[in-house]
Structures are given as structure tokens and as C-alpha cells.
């Protein structure tokens, strides 16, 4: 077998080639892209012999993904995506002076791949379409987290000169376009007194606000409330920065929107899709976010166990000496976590068993988020039989051994 360390960077690559027994064969810096691909070939090729199989060569590189990574899958080597946080503490067995090179690094990962790649996961065989929802599914969220920064920005902006505008526009909520617009048009608070009741109705109609004149009424009362003045060079500063967050807020609005419906529209086509709507508290954009975290290689989780510790759900033990403790995940994946508290918040209200799973761990007096990320983990054990049998969420099975709850003592 061989054993390549690929130490990578936005333009070249590091590698190190290595035998069975350590015994380093090659080094290389490679460009990135075609050319560096073929260079890599042609490095194994040099050393690898005849009887060699693409499936015994081993990859340690740090990412899981990008042209170079599905090259290296597509040439049929067998890749582990090696997570940083694991490189790093692998490297100080070698010295703990912190000390750094990308040939060093390229070298821990050809041991790490060759002595500990028992310890490792290799990278999903996900189809193209689980792919295709991956990306758009993390941009879409990606977006979202991005305009929930921006809006933080605009309220702490306000906050500092113009609080009154909180007040204003809390019954449109200030991330909406309509309320953005508005802020745009009058970015200072004596601007914002002068604007007549019909410009404000106006923007409301025109994003198809219900009782708008009843909204644009209390709206402009708000904006008419006395407010602590600032001096007026500071104001007409303050209101230039506001107004650059709020169009960068309806850029936003505006991408999020339509990123949403390619989420939808890949998720659908997607032949797992079904069985995911049909599990509680999961819709379109839930739905496409789990599944893009989980993807759809049917060999990665072999048990229900494999899929819950990866999605972080279930709890790890920490025992030495006379302590023992369990306590929850935090080293996990956000952004799958997130997707899967929201499924099990949602579920109390669509599934009674659910519901009922609930009520037993907060009778069990734990508290509100350790009965939800409880909760949360038997869903994913129930997703799990679900897609290993092909079969759509039922609730009768789902929750057979959980019909009644305990008894009060």
C-alpha cells in the first residue's frame, strides 16, 4: 500500500508518499488543478508498481471537499478527510514546541492515514443530487446566519441615535424589506417625523401588508415620539451607516429567497425525500439541511448508534476515578445540530409520541434543552430505521415503546 499526506493551500499542494513501513518514498509540492492531479498520478504510478490497486492507495488531506478531493475519489484511492482539530494533536507527538511547516504537515498526515486510519472516516460515497442539496443547502443557511450578523449591526447602530426606530418598526420586524425600505428612505430621526402617513402606506402595500392603514398610522405616531438628539453631523453619519446595513439587508432578503427555492427544489428531487417529509417536525428547507449534514452514502452509519454520535445528539461519558459524569455533545456539527433542534421543537406539536417522549424526560426533571436534545435524539434513531428500510416514518411504530408515562411516585 501507499500512503500520501496532502497538505493543501489555495494554489499548491504538499505532498508526502510513504510505504508500509514509513519509509518515506517522495515529496512534492504540486500546483493546483489539472496539472498538479496529473503530476500526483504520475508520483504514485512511480512508486506503486503493477500489482498496485487505485483502492490501496490512501489519502490524508484536511477538507472533504472542492475539484482536488473528488478527483482523488474519482482516480478510486481511498481519501479520509482529517479534521484539523486531530492533525493538530497528532503533530505533538512529533514535538510540542509548536513548531510548523507545510512538508511537516503533509508527513503527519501520511502517518496519521498509515498508523491511525482505524481512527479515522473515510469521505462519503454521498450520490451527486445529496451533493447538490449540500451546497445549496449550506449557502442558504449560510446567508441566513450572515443577515442575522447584519441586523445586529443595524439595531446596535440605532440603539446608539435612533432607538425610536425599534420601537416603529417592531410590528414589521426590522429584517423585513418593507421596514428596511422605509429606514432607507428616512435614515434620522427627523426625517423619519416628516414621512406622511401615504408614503408609509405605500411601501406597505407594495410588499402586500394586511390592515396597513391601522400599521402605517402607528408606525408614523412612533416616529413622531420625541427622541434624545444627537448633534446633527453625528446623526447624518449615524443614519449613511444605518442605511448601508439595511440595503445590505434587502440584498439578503432578496438572495435568501431565491436560494430557498433551489433548497426546495433539489431536496425534492432528491429519491430519500420522501422518507424525510415524513418524519415530524420536518419540512422542505429542515429536511434538506439533515440530509445534506447526514448525506446518503448507505454504508457511513452502520447503526442507529454511528448516526446519533455524529449528529451530536447523544451524550458522551466522562469517567476518571470517583468521577463520573455525562453531559452533552458540543463538539459536533452546527449546523446539523441546529437543523435538529428545530425538528424536535416542531415535533411536539405534530407528533402525540413525540410529545409524549417529552413530557417523560421533563418528568424526569431535566430541563427544557436537555428534554429536547433528547428528544431530538431519538428522532434521529427513528430516521435511521427509516431509511435503512426504506420505509416512510410511521407513528404507531415510531413510539411503540414509549405508549404511556411513567407512573407519578
Known amino acids: 500500500m501507499l ?10 499542494h504538499d505532498v508526502e ?25 504520475a508520483l504514485v504510478a512511480r512508486h506503486a508498481g503493477d500489482a498496485l490497486e487505485p483502492g490501496q492507495v490512501v489519502v490524508g488531506i484536511e477538507t472533504d471537499r472542492g475539484p482536488w478531493v473528488q478527483a482523488l475519489i474519482a482516480a478510486g484511492y481511498l481519501v479520509y478527510a482529517v479534521n484539523p482539530r486531530q492533525a493538530a494533536r497528532f503533530k505533538e507527538r512529533y514535538a510540542t ?12 498526515l501520511a502517518d496519521m492515514v498509515r498508523i491511525d486510519r482505524d481512527q479515522l472516516r473515510p469521505i462519503a460515497g454521498d450520490s451527486d443530487q445529496a451533493q447538490a442539496v449540500r451546497v445549496v443547502a449550506r449557502a442558504h443557511q449560510t446567508l441566513i446566519w450572515e443577515r442575522t450578523r447584519t441586523f445586529q449591526r443595524l439595531r446596535s447602530t440605532l440603539r446608539e441615535y435612533f432607538p425610536g426606530a425599534l420601537t416603529a418598526y417592531a410590528g414589521l420586524e426590522l429584517t423585513s424589506t418593507d421596514a428596511l425600505e422605509l429606514l432607507i428612505k428616512a435614515p434620522t430621526p427627523e426625517e423619519a417625523a416628516r414621512l406622511a402617513k401615504p408614503q408609509i402606506t405605500a411601501v406597505l402595500a407594495r410588499h402586500r401588508r394586511r390592515d396597513r392603514d391601522q400599521k402605517a398610522g402607528t408606525i408614523q405616531t412612533a416616529l413622531r415620539e420625541p427622541q ?26 432578496e438572495q435568501i429567497a431565491v436560494l430557498e427555492e433551489q433548497v426546495s427544489a433539489h431536496f425534492l428531487a432528491h429519491p430519500d425525500a420522501e422518507i424525510y417529509l415524513s418524519m415530524p417536525g420536518i419540512g422542505e428547507i429542515t429536511g434538506a439541511r439533515v440530509l445534506a449534514e447526514f448525506g446518503d452514502d448507505p454504508t457511513r452509519y452502520t447503526t442507529a448508534k454511528a448516526r446519533k454520535n455524529y449528529a451530536g445528539t447523544s451524550p458522551i461519558t466522562r469517567a476518571s476515578g470517583k468521577v463520573h459524569s455525562v453531559q452533552a455533545r458540543f463538539v459536533r456539527n452546527n449546523r446539523l445540530a441546529d437543523a435538529l433542534q428545530r425538528q424536535a421543537f416542531c415535533s411536539l406539536q405534530r407528533s402525540p409520541g413525540a410529545r409524549r417522549y417529552y413530557d417523560k424526560q421533563r418528568a424526569r426533571d431535566l430541563d427544557y434543552n436537555p428534554a429536547l436534545r433528547q428528544l431530538g435524539n431519538r428522532l434521529v434513531g427513528i430516521l435511521h430505521g427509516c431509511l435503512k428500510t426504506r420505509t416512510p416514518y410511521d407513528e404507531a411504530t415510531a413510539w411503540s415503546h414509549h405508549a404511556t408515562l411513567p407512573t407519578a411516585a
Open 3 to 12: 500512503f500520501i499526506g496532502d497538505d493543501w493551500a489555495e494554489d499548491h
Open 17 to 41: 508518499v510513504q510505504d508500509a513501513t514509513g519509509r518515506k518514498l517522495a515529496t512534492a509540492r504540486l500546483p493546483e488543478g489539472v496539472e498538479g492531479i496529473a503530476k500526483l498520478h
Open 97 to 108: 514546541s509548536g513548531a510548523k511547516s507545510d512538508k511537516g504537515d503533509a508527513h503527519a
Open 228 to 253: 434624545l438628539a444627537l448633534p446633527a453631523p453625528v446623526t447624518a453619519a449615524y443614519g449613511a451607516a444605518a442605511a448601508a446595513h439595511a440595503r445590505v439587508l434587502i440584498a439578503l432578503n
